[in-house]
């Protein structure tokens, strides 16, 4: 696949009659390897063992209705009351992360009103916190390790 802007891990990988599928352990499955998914992968892993994310807090592919619309959030990480604190975007590595992008985490939040959004194709990685209080959004220059996220 891609190499990425993230650390290096041992993904489980198989070849079916279907193509290449990588283990998503958030899910317990099996998935197809599409760029974004290998993105997915090793972003999870660099969260769980960089940043401490609990994996048992957080869950892949998260159904929400916006509007009438079913859409899915990429990764969804709650705190302790399970309570969605974090929202996470990928793309492929060959998508560049441009306003588009924002826009549609923004409205994946209007519904989850979480307090961080990550967005990453892999290379580049951006996150930042909102403020609901002052109706801001500001960029932070790393992504907070789980401790630090204010739950």
């Known amino acids: 696949m891609f190499a990425l802007n993230l650390p290096v891990f041992?993904?489980?990988?198989?070849?079916?009659?279907?193509?290449?599928?990588?283990?998503?352990?958030?899910?317990?499955?099996?998935v197809t390897l599409t760029?974004?998914?290998?993105?997915?992968?090793?972003?999870?892993?660099y969260l769980q063992t960089e940043k401490h994310y609990p994996a048992s807090?957080?869950?892949?592919?998260?159904?929400?209705?916006?509007?009438?619309?079913?859409?899915?959030?990429?990764?969804?990480?709650y705190n302790n009351r399970l309570e969605p604190v974090?929202?996470?975007e990928y793309k492929q590595p060959d998508v560049a992360i441009t306003q588009q992008v924002f826009d549609q985490i923004a409205r994946y939040n209007s519904?989850?009103?979480v307090k961080y959004l990550i967005v990453s194709n892999g290379l580049s990685h951006y996150?930042?916190?909102?403020?609901?209080?002052?109706q801001?959004?500001?960029?932070?220059?790393?992504?907070?390790?789980y401790k630090n996220i204010y739950i």
């Open 127 to 134: 996150c930042g916190i909102m403020d609901y209080e002052n």
């Open 86 to 88: 974090v929202i996470v």
């Open 111 to 113: 519904v989850l009103r």
């Open 57 to 77: 807090l957080m869950a892949n592919e998260i159904a929400i209705k916006l509007h009438s619309l079913s859409r899915r959030c990429d990764t969804v990480v």
């Open 10 to 30: 041992d993904a489980k990988i198989q070849k079916t009659d279907a193509g290449l599928e990588i283990f998503d352990p958030l899910r317990r499955k099996y």
């Open 35 to 45: 760029p974004e998914e290998w993105v997915r992968q090793h972003f999870v892993n």
């Open 136 to 145: 801001n959004f500001n960029y932070l220059t790393e992504i907070p390790d």
